[in-house]
T-cell receptor, first 109, second 116 residues
Framework: EDQVTQSPEALRLQEGESSSLNCSYT??????LFWYRQDPGKGPEFLFT???AGEEKEKERLKATLTKKESFLHITAPKPEDSATYLC??????????FGAGTILRVKS | DAGVTQSPTHLIKTRGQQVTLRCSPK?????VSWYQQALGQGPQFIFQ???????QRGNFPDRFSGHQFPNYSSELNVNALLLGDSALYLC???????????????FGPGTRLLVL
């Protein structure tokens, strides 16, 4: 089975302090990599899909990038409302998602 | 456009009981996947239904079973509940047709199950 590892486990930032979250994966052939945001007690909210190395996607203060071995979620000038758990997942054959454990992000004002 | 809906939102059961969780997919979606998320972990794939059949299954025992109806809604059944079944159960909908099945899965709010 594919393996997905996210780091760090938790990250504390000051408002406006940019940083990056990492998602490394081992797959036999990448069919797609997904980023989700999850607030406490709620279901994951879809953010981005990346399909090939070199691809980048942006949404507001978030930018996702993809290489052959890992993906980064860059957060530029974060705000307190960006606080959440960010989940990375790879798509296995047959449309099954394999998730990492997530990175818990806390942004303080 | 209604998103993925799940019911109930919370459920408390005792060991040995049986439970049924329900899911309605996002409008236009024909595939439903179920995931179990323990506290502090990422979601784990249970199974996926497409065209009313189980298309793929994760590493879960036969106590976990499901069904998909002609309107694409789905149920997850868990028999002989164990304490370890306490978790957030998530339903995700997507498109299952070839060429479209790499598109995003959209999740519902989940059902929080507590087994005492």
């Amino acid at each position: 089975e594919d393996q997905v590892t996210q780091s760090p486990e938790a990250l504390r930032l000051q408002e406006g302090e940019s940083s990056s979250l990492n998602c490394s994966y081992t797959v036999s052939g990448l069919r797609g990599l997904f980023w989700y945001r999850q607030d406490p007690g709620k279901g994951p909210e879809f953010l981005f899909t990346l399909y090939s190395a070199g691809e980048e996607k942006e949404k507001e203060r978030l930018k996702a990038t993809l290489t052959k071995k890992e993906s980064f979620l860059h957060i530029t000038a974060p705000k307190p409302e960006d606080s959440a758990t960010y989940l990375c997942a790879v798509l296995e054959y047959g449309n099954k998602l394999v998730f990492g454990a997530g990175t818990i992000l806390r942004v303080k004002s | 456009d209604a998103g993925v809906t799940q019911s109930p939102t919370h459920l408390i059961k005792t060991r040995g009981q049986q439970v049924t969780l329900r899911c309605s997919p996002k409008s236009g979606h024909d595939t439903v996947s179920w995931y179990q998320q323990a506290l502090g972990q990422g979601p784990q794939f249970i199974f996926q239904y497409y065209e009313e059949e189980e298309r793929q299954r994760g590493n879960f025992p036969d106590r976990f079973s499901g069904h998909q109806f002609p309107n694409y809604s789905s149920e997850l059944n868990v028999n002989a509940l164990l304490l370890g079944d306490s978790a957030l159960y998530l339903c995700a909908s997507s498109l299952g047709r070839s060429g479209l099945n790499k598109k995003a899965q959209y999740f519902g709010p989940g059902t929080r199950l507590l087994v005492l």
